[in-house]
């Protein structure tokens, strides 16, 4: 499978003021992002509130199905939309309002535990990836739309590191004023204001996206059922054997979300911290993100995206293995446990380009169905086995599901040398047509 030939986005005379909006866009959901860290901060919260690791284990599941289901479902809308900016401010500016909802409650319930906060945090959980799913597409879509294919690693890079940069100043300055430095008061932080701000920096955003500036789409209208867009993902994944490897591998790598929720809760709990021990863990995550997307972008640009995605799923095994061996040296471990969300960082930059290996495979008119087919695959892991998998944690041992999720993400990286290179392929292509 390859590409078609679509119109060089630096055609378009607004090119270079697309590419700058993409990237202030991409910087203020950073800076909202970091005050919302699924491996850290959304956990717990849901820690204060509530506390088994099964009820932790809802957190990748809704992740992960706000971010492939609906968005599958969606596919077809984005595709038939003229202007995808316009699916793009409408579900930041639903992202936003998720979090400035939590904080209401949050102020209304001051925070204590009760039978319903739990119930209502896991509600705008989900209905927030249901936006943030919708979202991605939409910004992915405009990508492969805007960005032409060797920009879309400076996009990354750019977008990602000025982002962080911003990020970690803010989340170091308002985080100390915000989290309870008690361990025996969890409850006394103001995650009030740790929602509202992060609503708020995802409302700038709707407002800076307004600014893109797009030609309407003329593709012709497909209107499928639900039945019929999952057949034809499902479709999508067995007529290629490329992309059918790709969806395994995306899989694969899905399985590393499971964890997400189980690293702080594992560090505070062997190491005995309080919640002002994430804020290092909170910066480290960021500004490990940012360090990665230097080279990745770089490279990727140069050498493609499929080298990038290899070396991203070897580090990726990394993680997991430093965390249980830390964790057993709690005199020692807890100064060098921060290393472990630094690599976290890579898991977001890894994604990306999965995205954009798959923006490299198809064309143009197939990206909203094949993105959504790939968000599936990278889904179904965390959706199926997240609450097993916080299950066996509490019951059997964190080192057990850290070692089981090693080996799922190292056979992942396996599976990227029986890959294709889509962009040898299209210059081969291109000298024999």
Same mark, same amino acid.
């Given at each position: 499978?390859?590409a078609?030939?679509?119109?060089n986005?630096?055609d378009d005379?607004?090119?270079q003021?697309?590419?700058?909006?993409l990237?202030?866009?991409?910087?203020?959901?950073?800076?909202?992002?970091?005050?919302?860290?699924?491996s850290?901060?959304m956990p /717990?919260?849901?820690?204060?509130?509530a506390?088994?690791a099964? *009820?932790? $284990?809802? %957190?990748?599941?809704?992740n +992960?199905? #706000? !971010?492939?289901v609906p968005i599958l479902l969606?596919s077809?809308?984005?595709?038939n939309?003229?202007?995808?900016?316009?699916v793009?401010?409408?579900?930041?500016?639903?992202?936003?309002?998720s979090?400035?909802?939590l904080s209401?409650?949050?102020v209304?319930?001051?925070?204590?535990?009760?039978?319903?906060?739990p119930?209502?945090?896991?509600?705008v959980y989900?209905?927030?990836f249901? /936006?943030?799913g919708?979202?991605?597409?939409a910004l992915n879509? *405009?990508? $492969?739309? %805007?960005v032409?294919?060797? +920009?879309? #690693? !400076?996009?990354?890079?750019?977008?990602?590191?000025?982002?962080a940069g911003?990020a970690?100043i803010?989340a170091y300055?308002?985080?100390?004023?915000?989290?309870?430095e008690?361990?025996?008061?969890?409850?006394?932080s103001r995650?009030?204001?740790v929602?509202?701000?992060t609503?708020?920096?995802?409302l700038?955003?709707?407002v800076f996206?307004?600014?893109?500036?797009?030609?309407?789409?003329e593709?012709?209208?497909?209107?499928?059922?639900?039945r019929? *867009?999952?057949?034809?993902?499902?479709?999508?994944?067995?007529?290629d054997?490329?992309?059918l490897?790709?969806?395994?591998?995306a899989g694969?790598?899905g399985?590393?979300?499971?964890?997400?929720?189980?690293?702080?809760?594992?560090?505070?709990?062997?190491?005995?911290?309080?919640?002002?021990?994430?804020?290092?863990?909170?910066?480290?995550?960021?500004?490990?993100?940012?360090a990665f997307?230097?080279p990745s972008?770089w490279?990727?640009d140069r050498?493609?995206?499929?080298?990038v995605?290899?070396?991203?799923?070897f580090?990726m095994?990394?993680?997991p293995?430093?965390?249980?061996?830390?964790?057993q040296f709690?005199d020692?471990?807890w100064?060098w446990f921060?290393?472990?969300?630094?690599?976290?960082?890579?898991?977001?930059?890894?994604?990306?380009?999965?995205n954009?290996?798959?923006l490299?495979?198809?064309g143009?008119?197939?990206?909203?169905?094949f993105?959504?087919?790939?968000?599936?695959?990278?889904?179904?892991?965390?959706?199926l086995?997240?609450?097993?998998?916080?299950?066996?944690?509490?019951?059997?041992?964190f080192?057990?599901?850290?070692?089981?999720?090693?080996?799922?993400?190292?056979?992942a990286?396996?599976?990227?040398?029986?890959?294709?290179?889509p962009r040898?392929q299209n210059?081969?292509?291109s000298k024999?047509?």
């Amino acid at each position: 499978m390859t590409a078609t030939q679509s119109p060089n986005p630096e055609d378009d005379p607004a090119h270079q003021q697309n590419f700058l909006v993409l990237i202030v866009y991409q910087c203020w959901l950073r800076i909202g992002w970091i005050f919302k860290t699924e491996s850290i901060i959304m956990p /717990a919260v849901l820690d204060v509130i509530a506390g088994p690791a099964w *009820l932790r $284990g809802f %957190l990748p599941v809704l992740n +992960r199905f #706000g !971010q492939s289901v609906p968005i599958l479902l969606a596919s077809d809308r984005v595709r038939n939309a003229r202007l995808k900016r316009r699916v793009l401010i409408g579900s930041t500016v639903v992202m936003g309002c998720s979090f400035l909802f939590l904080s209401a409650v949050w102020v209304y319930t001051e925070g204590q535990r009760s039978w319903f906060l739990p119930t209502i945090f896991l509600v705008v959980y989900g209905v927030f990836f249901t /936006a943030t799913g919708i979202n991605r597409l939409a910004l992915n879509t *405009l990508t $492969g739309k %805007l960005v032409r294919t060797t +920009r879309r #690693g !400076q996009l990354a890079l750019y977008g990602t590191v000025f982002g962080a940069g911003i990020a970690v100043i803010c989340a170091y300055w308002l985080l100390h004023l915000w989290l309870s430095e008690s361990r025996a008061t969890p409850y006394l932080s103001r995650f009030d204001l740790v929602f509202a701000f992060t609503g708020t920096t995802f409302l700038m955003a709707a407002v800076f996206a307004m600014a893109l500036r797009e030609r309407p789409d003329e593709f012709q209208p497909k209107r499928r059922s639900g039945r019929q *867009l999952v057949a034809a993902s499902f479709k999508s994944i067995l007529a290629d054997r490329n992309f059918l490897l790709l969806a395994i591998t995306a899989g694969l790598f899905g399985m590393s979300l499971t964890l997400f929720p189980h690293y702080q809760r594992l560090g505070r709990d062997r190491f005995e911290l309080s919640m002002t021990a994430l804020i290092p863990w909170v910066l480290a995550q960021n500004i490990g993100a940012a360090a990665f997307s230097v080279p990745s972008g770089w490279i990727a640009d140069r050498l493609g995206t499929r080298i990038v995605m290899r070396w991203m799923l070897f580090a990726m095994a990394i993680p997991p293995v430093l965390a249980i061996v830390l964790a057993q040296f709690p005199d020692l471990g807890w100064g060098w446990f921060t290393a472990v969300f630094c690599l976290l960082g890579l898991t977001p930059v890894t994604m990306r380009f999965f995205n954009y290996y798959t923006l490299e495979i198809v064309g143009r008119d197939q990206h909203p169905q094949f993105l959504s087919t790939m968000s599936l695959a990278m889904a179904l892991p965390p959706m199926l086995l997240g609450i097993p998998i916080g299950w066996l944690a509490g019951k059997i041992s964190f080192e057990f599901v850290f070692v089981l999720v090693t080996g799922c993400i190292l056979l992942a990286w396996i599976l990227t040398f029986f890959l294709i290179e889509p962009r040898h392929q299209n210059r081969t292509t291109s000298k024999t047509g």
